[in-house]
């Protein structure tokens, strides 16, 4: 079976300060690993991908299969960054089907 | 925006009776989702399509059934049968899956059922 985790339901920081959101997943396949962000009164979104390799909005996440973990990281945070991240699984030829984690709320204080 | 649109945004339900939650896409997208969202829990699936007439149960399928009639619909219908049903439901749509890779999927901005 497959499974998210993410560990932090909450992560409170100052603005300017780095932030890392923790996703540890368990899968026996080749995952491909995904952030979602919901911003307020937004819809959920897709934030990255791993097999992208890219930054956005200043974010990146690598994929490391030795400790099962796809950590969301970014070096200055800004109080537009506070929202609702989850880190979602899927398996390569899965039909896109996507296993959740439980999601963690950041906010980016002034 | 356009996309996806979930109707109604908010939905009332009495004890024993069924009803109906609809989600339309006009992005021309082959495969549609069912997601139930609580505090804490992410979101969990209830029911997924790959392609019309045929529908797939997901991680939470009892107390719910769905229909895929056309490319652009997919209405799920939540029945007495489901004991928990006070929930932020999602609708998500997504090109269907070529090669390797896994295409994103689009949401809509949901629905909240209550009981009553």
């Known amino acids: 079976a497959q499974r998210v985790t993410q560990p932090e339901k909450l992560l409170s920081v100052f603005k300017g300060a780095p932030v890392e959101l923790k996703c540890n997943y368990s899968?026996?396949?080749?995952?491909?690993l995904f952030w979602y962000v919901q911003y307020s009164r937004q819809r959920l979104q897709l934030l990255l991908r791993?097999?992208s390799r890219e930054s956005i909005k200043g974010f990146t996440a690598d994929l490391n299969k030795g400790e099962t973990s796809f950590h969301l990281k970014k070096p200055f945070a800004q109080e537009e960054d506070s929202a609702m991240y989850y880190c979602?699984?899927?398996?390569?030829?899965?039909?896109?089907?996507?296993?959740f984690g439980g999601g963690t709320r950041l906010m980016v204080k002034p | 925006d356009g996309g996806i649109t979930q109707s109604p945004k908010y939905l009332f339900r009495k004890e024993g009776q069924n009803v109906t939650l609809s989600c339309e896409q006009n992005?021309?997208?082959?495969?549609m989702y069912w997601y139930r969202q609580d505090p804490g829990q992410g979101l969990r699936l209830i029911y997924y399509?790959?392609?019309?007439?045929?529908?797939q149960k997901g991680d939470i399928a009892e107390g719910y059934s769905v229909s895929r009639e056309k490319k652009e619909s997919f209405p799920l219908t939540v029945t007495s049968a489901q004991k928990n049903p006070t929930a932020f439901y999602l609708c998500?749509?997504?090109?269907?899956?070529?090669?390797?890779?896994?295409?994103?999927?689009?949401f809509g901005d949901g629905t909240r059922l209550s009981i009553l």
């Open positions: 992005l021309n997208h082959d495969a």
């Open positions: 791993h097999i």
């Open positions: 998500a749509s997504s090109s269907r899956d070529r090669g390797l890779d896994n295409q994103p999927q689009h």
């Open positions: 899968y026996s396949g080749s995952p491909e």
């Open positions: 979602a699984l899927s398996g390569r030829n899965a039909g896109n089907m996507l296993t």
């Open positions: 399509s790959q392609i019309v007439n045929d529908f």
